[in-house]
């Protein structure tokens, strides 16, 4: 069974440019969620999908942030336009039931 | 609110060394207790997992046993090996919530 991924791995933009990073959850989960772990900073929760609802986006920091999961299976992220604090490791995690999640590899955005 | 803090790193063990990781968690109700771990260069994987008190969690020798009275999951390995080298982070997740609430993760360099 395939585990989740993330695509790229690597991103590096300039400061006011738009950066769209994507997550593959395992198939069959419809949980979703999406995380970001800002240098030397604990992992932070932005938000929840079951199937393609937005369940909880309590911690998307601003309105820069989109998410969307048309269709219920992947999901993106995108930031526009990207800052200089938006640097850090996004993480994507799938689940069945919403209990135990599942991470994806992770995407390093460097904003410059 | 809920909350999980972790003893400061960076832990610095030879081969064989016995490893403790603290843990301790504020929270209201009865959460979920995980332990991830990432190593280099790769995703969080799950290393183990409790639901609910006095459970223990466990997995590639390493336990951890919720302790509802001190609020604490502990990480305990018997003997560590170079292979064992990597960021590991407590968690929680709340009964309500959806979200894992992570500690700020503890960076274990283990040498032959």
């Known amino acids: 069974e395939a585990g989740v991924t993330q695509f790229p791995s690597h991103s590096v933009i ?39 609802s937005k369940q909880d986006e309590s911690g ?38 919403g209990v135990t999640q599942y991470f994806g590899p992770g995407t390093r955005l460097t904003v410059l | 609110g809920n909350s999980v803090t972790q003893m400061e790193g960076p832990v610095t ?15 209201t109700g009865y959460p979920s207790l995980f332990w991830y771990v990432q190593y280099p260069g790769e995703g969080l994987q ?32 018997g003997s560590v090996q170079v292979s064992d080298s990597a960021v590991y982070f407590c968690a929680l997740l709340s009964q309500a919530g959806t979200a894992l609430i992570f500690g700020k993760g503890t960076t274990l360099s283990v040498s032959s």
């Not at chain 1, 006011?16 to 992992?43: A, F």
């Not at chain 2, 409790?50 to 999951?73: I, V």
Request: glycine residues 6%.
């Open chain 1, 60 to 97: 998307m920091p601003n309105n820069r942030f989109l998410a969307e999961r048309t269709g219920g299976t992947y999901s993106t992220l995108k930031v526009q336009p990207a800052e200089l604090e938006d640097s850090g490791v996004y993480f994507c995690a799938s689940s069945p039931l």
């Open chain 2, 13 to 27: 063990l030879s081969e064989e060394a016995f490893l403790t990781i603290n843990c301790t968690y504020t929270a």
């Open chain 1, 14 to 52: 300039e400061k006011g440019q738009t950066v769209t990073l994507r997550c593959d959850p395992i198939s069959g989960h419809d949980n979703l969620y999406w995380y970001r772990r800002v240098m030397g900073k604990e992992i932070k929760f932005l938000l929840h999908f079951v199937k393609e």
């Open chain 2, 46 to 77: 799950l290393l183990l997992k409790a639901t609910k008190a006095d459970d223990k969690g466990s997995n590639k020798g390493f336990e951890a046993t919720y302790r509802k009275e001190t609020t604490s999951f502990h990480l305990e390995k």
